[in-house]
């Protein structure tokens, strides 16, 4: 059977009638217990499942799974990848992600198709261009690379961007980050669950947690649908759904779940080629390989479970889009959906222990989970390993509501996350 | 575009509407310890399914409670506050 992925090996399974593949990973049964159960099979709790059996060496490592890999917001994102962050702390996380990602094809054998085409933040204003040059300073200072461009700069390399004197919102320049750009989203998650189940790592999908078991106050398992399954630590990885699996084990959180919608047009040939937001419209887009502009925008603001996006946002983030790029007037929209999204008050994400001993959280990345999942998987894997913080997450504990040490992003950066 | 019941105007469009967040998060009294501070500022039920919130009407700007579902999105009841937050 061929499990390595090469040039070679494409050309000898294509010879051989493509007979020869063996499975991307297992289907086990469910063991009866494990070292460490980590509940969601997106890119985070997957991720997490690598780092465990790779840096930290545990052996029985799960991953249980409601529905399929990468079914949840991993597969529905709009795939940028980007460390424009505003304090230390949300910098450590996010470029530590950002280094892991630029390797991550080659680490996993799978390619990822990381494209590191740059990002551009559009500034609007002379009162927002020296916001944009203090967010500059302040990545710089961080240890990330970034840049101010002025107007003609982003002419030249955007010329399809609205430049007409009577633009609602006039380019007086960008934040750019060259780095930032964007990788196939699936491909992160089918790479890291192929290269966790490598290591041993069962992967459970199909299997719905319904409640947590306790013994003595402690967390000591899970009991699914497909049996009870005990563990010494269970992580959750779960994002919008983080609100129900807290309600089953008896805490709440400061989150609230909201949908965030995306849409992509049909194909065309290549047009633009970066990553582009604007904060006044709230809009971004970039084009992907196979030529659709992938279109994104804010949340719907209605706190909703439902996986669907509403009229009134997507109408906003379109006329978003058609006010900064008129061209796009003639594109038709091929695809449109929404995700479940886990919003926290400052922005930013909840690493550690829950309020239930034994069970540990990696949640509330909001709309910015994708990006960070080989940093996410890093410290939730040292988290679960040791039962302590790594100290990239210590700043993301949940006590930073109790204590006022928020991380507010949203007012930092002065994007949504 | 869904329209939400305000108890004041009628069927309104959703795009005029602020959430509260949750029905019943009452404000602690000033001497309260620091947890519940943090529960009533933050913490949040979050449900899945049906649900009773706090919205408020921008534009008659008066807040209600809206008993609705938060998957299927249909609101059952809309009811004004009369008097108790």
């Known amino acids: 059977m061929t499990r390595h992925y090469s040039a070679l090996s494409v050309i000898k399974e294509g010879l051989n009638g493509q007979k020869g593949w063996a499975p991307a990973w297992r289907s086990p049964k469910p063991a009866k217990q494990y070292d460490v159960v980590i509940i969601g099979g997106g890119g985070q709790g997957l991720a997490t499942a690598y780092y465990l059996a790779k840096t930290h060496g545990?052996?029985?490592?799960?991953?249980?799974?409601?529905?399929?890999?990468?079914?949840?917001?991993?597969?529905?994102?709009?795939?940028?990848?980007?460390?424009n962050y505003y304090y230390p702390e949300s910098t450590a996380l996010y470029d530590l992600s950002l280094r892991l990602y630029e390797t991550l094809g080659r680490e996993l054998n799978y390619n990822i198709m990381l494209s590191q085409r740059g990002m551009m933040q559009i500034v609007s204003s002379p009162g927002e261009m020296e916001m944009a040059a203090r967010q500059v300073n302040a990545m710089q200072i961080n240890g990330v690379e970034a840049r101010l461009m002025d107007r003609s700069e982003v002419q030249r390399r955007v010329p399809?961007?609205?430049?007409?004197?009577?633009?609602r919102y006039p380019v007086y320049g960008a934040i750019y980050q060259e780095r930032a750009g964007v990788a196939r989203h699936d491909a992160v998650a089918w790479g890291y669950a192929r290269a966790a189940d490598a290591l041993g790592v069962d992967i459970l999908q199909q299997c719905e947690v319904q409640e947590f078991l306790t013994e003595g106050g402690r967390c000591v398992g899970v009991a699914t649908s497909k049996g009870e399954i005990r563990?010494?630590?269970?992580?959750?990885?779960v994002a919008g759904s983080s609100g129900v699996l807290a309600a089953k084990a008896g805490f709440r959180l400061p989150i609230t779940s909201y949908t965030l919608q995306a849409c992509v047009s049909e194909p065309v040939k290549p047009i633009?080629?970066?990553?582009?937001?604007?904060?006044?419209?709230?809009?971004?887009?970039?084009?992907?390989?196979?030529?659709?502009m992938v279109i994104g925008g804010g949340l719907d603001r209605?706190?909703?479970?439902?996986?669907?996006?509403?009229?009134?946002?997507?109408?906003?983030?379109?006329?978003?889009?058609?006010?900064?790029?008129?061209?796009?007037?003639?594109?038709?929209?091929?695809?449109?959906?929404?995700?479940?999204?886990?919003?926290?008050?400052?922005?930013?994400?909840?690493?550690?222990?829950?309020?239930?001993?034994?069970?540990?959280?990696?949640?509330?990345?909001?709309t910015g989970g994708f990006k960070a999942i080989p940093a996410g998987g890093t410290v939730f894997a040292h988290i679960l390993a040791t039962g302590g913080h790594h100290e990239i997450s210590r700043p993301?504990?949940?006590?930073?509501?109790?204590?006022?040490?928020?991380?507010?992003?949203?007012?930092?950066?002065g994007i949504a996350h | 575009m869904q329209l939400f019941p305000c108890p004041f105007c009628g069927p309104?469009?959703?795009?005029?509407?602020?959430?509260?967040?949750?029905?019943?998060?009452?404000?602690?009294?000033?001497?309260?310890?620091?947890?519940?501070?943090?529960?009533?500022?933050?913490?949040?039920?979050?449900?899945?399914?049906?649900?009773?919130?706090?919205?408020?009407?921008?534009?008659?700007?008066?807040?209600?409670?809206?008993?609705?579902d938060t998957v299927s999105h249909e609101v059952s009841a809309t009811e004004a506050l009369g008097g108790e937050a």
């Open chain 1, 302 to 366: 209605v706190p909703s479970y439902g996986q669907r996006g509403n009229l009134p946002q997507l109408e906003t983030v379109l006329s978003g889009l058609l006010e900064m790029f008129p061209v796009f007037r003639q594109l038709r929209l091929l695809r449109q959906w929404g995700g479940t999204v886990d919003v926290t008050p400052d922005s930013s994400p909840i690493f550690g222990e829950s309020p239930l001993p034994g069970l540990y959280l990696n949640g509330g990345w909001g």
């Open chain 1, 272 to 292: 633009f080629d970066t990553v582009l937001v604007s904060p006044m419209t709230g809009t971004y887009v970039s084009q992907s390989d196979k030529g659709e």
């Open chain 1, 58 to 83: 545990v052996k029985r490592v799960a991953v249980i799974e409601r529905g399929w890999l990468g079914g949840g917001n991993t597969g529905r994102n709009t795939t940028a990848i980007r460390s």
């Open chain 2, 12 to 68: 309104r469009p959703e795009t005029e509407f602020h959430f509260g967040g949750d029905a019943g998060n009452t404000r602690p009294d000033a001497a309260a310890s620091d947890s519940d501070w943090t529960n009533y500022l933050f913490f949040k039920h979050n449900r899945k399914g049906p649900t009773r919130e706090i919205w408020m009407h921008l534009t008659c700007r008066e807040v209600f409670l809206m008993a609705r």
């Open chain 1, 160 to 167: 399809i961007f609205n430049f007409a004197p009577d633009a």
């Open chain 1, 396 to 413: 993301f504990d949940l006590n930073r509501f109790r204590t006022g040490h928020l991380l507010d992003e949203a007012a930092g950066a």
């Open chain 1, 231 to 237: 563990a010494e630590r269970v992580g959750m990885a």
